[in-house]
């Protein structure tokens, strides 16, 4: 069966196409800049790109071109009834879903609704959903949502100290994000070490532009680093995680920023790009500080205090850990922020084999604890697209 997977968001669509169960990837691509006269559209199909520059005045002309390309010339089917199913990345999907669903009027309405909770992302990830049972009637949509992994959390776990009429009446709560990479990942991890997630305890660390820890015992995400939004937690490259709350209040209060200011601020100033005072990239940090760049000596420090805080947050909430998953971007490419987010963890189990760390090939699952480590410390490469391409296929099987 041809899946369809979609990653809709405010100016671009994100796609893969693959052949289910077997995982195979038939064409990939990314529309970017709708509703840009500059519009693009690229497209991969095995080895070869094709890109077209053209506007695409709103999603559903992105979309429609994204399905011409998969059955017109060079494309990689002949009928767009071919497509078996749709699965859409939502962030979104409140106390509602605790997994991925099919999409009808209620679904749509359910993620309108929590609008106010993800007012960036799930915007468009609605008009995916809408564009996508436009475009493609009768076809099954399904729903993969960034915060069902975490919705099995204990009330201990998802209750903010605040007054209860604001959980009961608005929702406010944690919720956790990056859940279909926590939830991949630590899969992964129980087949590398022959074992049933079941008998597991897993902390993953999703170390993107975005970025997110989670405790998972038995297959369950039970705790997470994200919360209400995807504000909370750790050091990201624009976001700053945890953070004295009073902060907000100080920067209204006595610099007189209004709300929306601060937002832009917390959302898209600081960070890592905040902490350099120019780039959010690992890559550019990294290779400054090498060259003697104290911001980025110190935004680096910053950035790993707060993951191996969170790794001792992760073991204590576990009782005991099994492995250590580093993904995304960071995670599965950096093996200065691995060494240096767990050094000196070694007496909670965390004992490194640093020449493996280094040498660790890129896109491959390894396995960088030394034989002795109590814990097993895992690079694995995430793959959102295949886990909501399985989802998907799991849903519509059902
Ligand atoms: P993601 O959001 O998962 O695509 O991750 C993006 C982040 O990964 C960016 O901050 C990149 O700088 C970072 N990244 C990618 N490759 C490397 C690398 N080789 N070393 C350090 N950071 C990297």
Redesign the pocket.
Known sequence: MKILVINSGSSSIKYKCFEMPEGHVLASGLCEKIGEPTGRLTRHVGDRDTVTEREFPDHSAALEAVLAGLTGEGGVFERLDEIGGVGHRVVHGGEAYSGSVLIDDDVIAAVRDNIPLAPLHNPPNLLGLEVGRKLLPGVPQVGVFDTAFHQNMPASAYLYALPYELYQEHRVRRYGFHGTSHAYVSKRAARMLGKQPEDLRIITC?????ASIAAIKGGRSVDTSMGFTPLEGLVM?TRPGDMDAAIVLFLQDHLGMSAKDVGTLLNKKSG?LGLTGRT???????AAAANGDERARLAIEVYCHRVKKHIGASTAVLGGVDALVFT???G???S??RKTCVEGLEALGFTMDLTRNETAPRGVETDVAAADSRVRILVIP?DEEVAIAEETYAVIQK
Request: aromatic share 0%; net charge negative.
């Open positions: 999703h170390l993107g532009n975005g490259g890592l959010n990239d690992m890559r550019e940090i990294e995304a971007g960071v599965e490419n950096s200065l922020i995430t």
